[in-house]
């Protein structure tokens, strides 16, 4: 039931482009997106909620396919302090059991 | 308090004592949630608080494992007779509402090591 991202790990250079991607084996209700840093907590990035809406603060967008229980994370030009792993977590819909459940994580390094 | 503290921040014990993990949400903030993460490893989903209730205790690994919630707000992880499989960082989170439809910010995390 923990949803499986790809791709593991991942470096770029400052100003390229990343996705990253979730994908869970259950029907979802909502993904939500954090980075961890090294050795620090992980801050949220994004929620995206069955039937569309979306939630976010950060220069980072998201989509999510519920047919498809997938979610995509897209970083655009990316830049240093984007380097981090990027964890996706996913609420099943109510019913199915009330968990949740933080995807396998990615790394990503942004290089100059 | 302006962000979610726990405490200690690092515990060693010896294998089979008891220890117990403090956490302070966000004030007014009513859902409450423990993860556990192992080294190099992702989130690893243990329990969830609206208010003092706990709906969803179905992500704690056994029956050493305990946690209550008073007043609506501190929380206390209990893990009983301590293994070595136990030693993770240990991170509360609290957000506004309850469900996972709302974002959750992060305590620091209390690192424990069962010697």
């Known amino acids: 039931q923990q949803p499986v991202q790809s791709p593991q790990a991942v470096i770029l250079r400052e100003g390229e482009d990343a996705v990253i991607n979730c994908s869970s084996s259950?029907?979802?209700?909502?993904v939500h997106w954090y980075r961890q840093k090294h050795g620090e907590a992980p801050v949220f990035l994004m929620i995206l909620l069955k039937g569309g809406e979306q939630k976010g603060h950060e220069k980072i967008s998201a989509s999510f396919n519920e047919k498809k229980q997938q979610s995509s994370l897209y970083l655009t030009a990316s830049q240093l302090s984007y380097s981090g792993t990027y964890f996706c977590?996913?609420?099943?819909?109510?019913?199915?059991?009330?968990?949740?459940?933080f995807g396998t994580g990615t790394s990503l390094t942004v290089i100059p | 308090g302006a962000g979610v503290s726990q405490s200690p921040s690092n515990k060693v014990t010896e294998k089979g004592k008891d220890v117990e993990l403090r956490c302070d949400p966000i004030?007014?903030?009513?859902?409450l949630y423990w993860y556990r993460q192992s080294l190099g490893q992702g989130l690893e989903f243990l329990i969830y608080f609206q208010g003092n209730s706990a709906p969803d205790k179905s992500g704690l690994p056994s029956d050493r494992f305990s946690a209550e919630r008073t007043g609506g707000s501190v929380s206390t992880l209990t893990i009983q007779r301590t293994q070595q499989e136990d030693s993770a960082v240990y991170l509360c989170a609290s957000s506004l509402d309850g469900g996972f439809s709302y974002e959750q910010y992060f305590g620091p995390g209390t690192r424990l090591t069962v010697t």
């Open positions: 004030s007014g903030h009513t859902a």
């Open positions: 259950k029907a979802l209700y909502s």
């Open positions: 977590g996913t609420e099943m819909l109510p019913g199915t059991g009330n968990q949740f459940y």
